[in-house]
């Protein structure tokens, strides 16, 4: 059997290790929190900086203006501000009261990107029905161009009435193939926007319930 001396020793120098231990990893936890906490700043800066410079000058009474700010800052960026208020939130664990201000603020966050949905889709339809009403008013007039160089002396001598069929099957098939085209480059452009917000939102939203029911780290 050891000495009751040596087993004293033994017991010391291993509540020593695990102290020594215990601190090294308090250590390291809170150097990786400061490190989150300045990537997630520098991310947020980088985000609104893009976010000012986009929006200037603004209109938002235009249609076209509205659907491209949302697409370039809210939709392309938006994982950029997910990311930062994400590492933000982290790296702020041991302080209460600005962890929930950031829960509260990621939340609000996501609630607007899910209602931008709404907006989005509202213009997207408006915005196919301009480019459809355009597309039908260019055909009326090319339309109308052709009648009047069939009722023409000098069209009827220099177009033959089968040339001016095919002008204006051409006329209409080149119609339908532009709606076609528009209403699916609206569609695809609509459709990649409200995902992003759609995910990005419901994102932010878990963060800031993270943010709000997680203890003291």
């Not at 509202?122 to 459809?132: E, I, P, T, W």
């Not at 532009?178 to 609206?186: E, S």
Request: hydrophobic fraction near 45%.
């Amino acid at each position: 059997m050891l000495p009751i001396d040596s087993v004293s020793t033994h017991i010391h120098l291993i509540q020593k290790t695990a102290m020594v231990s215990s601190f090294g990893q308090t250590g390291s936890a809170k150097i990786a929190k400061a490190f989150c906490r300045i990537v997630g700043v520098t991310c947020l800066i980088v985000f609104a900086i893009n976010f000012i410079a986009i929006l200037l000058p603004p209109n938002p009474l235009l249609l076209e203006w509205r659907l491209g700010f949302l697409q370039q800052v809210v939709s392309d960026r938006s994982v950029l501000l997910l990311f930062g208020a994400a590492l933000l939130t982290y790296g702020s664990s041991e302080t209460q009261k600005l962890r929930r201000q950031l829960a509260l603020t990621s939340v609000i966050l996501g609630v607007v990107f899910l209602l931008s949905c709404v907006a989005v889709v509202r213009d997207s339809m408006q915005l196919n029905g301009m480019a459809v009403k355009n597309i039908t008013t260019q055909a009326s007039q090319a339309q109308s161009q052709i009648e009047i160089a069939k009722s023409s002396p000098e069209g009827a001598a220099n177009i033959t009435p089968e040339q001016l069929k095919q002008a204006s099957q051409l006329v209409d098939t080149k119609a339908v193939s532009l709606k076609q085209g528009a209403q699916t480059g609206v569609f695809k452009a609509g459709s990649a926007i409200v995902g992003n917000l759609v995910v990005v939102g419901i994102a932010l939203i878990n963060l800031g319930r993270y943010g709000m029911q997680s203890r003291k780290g």
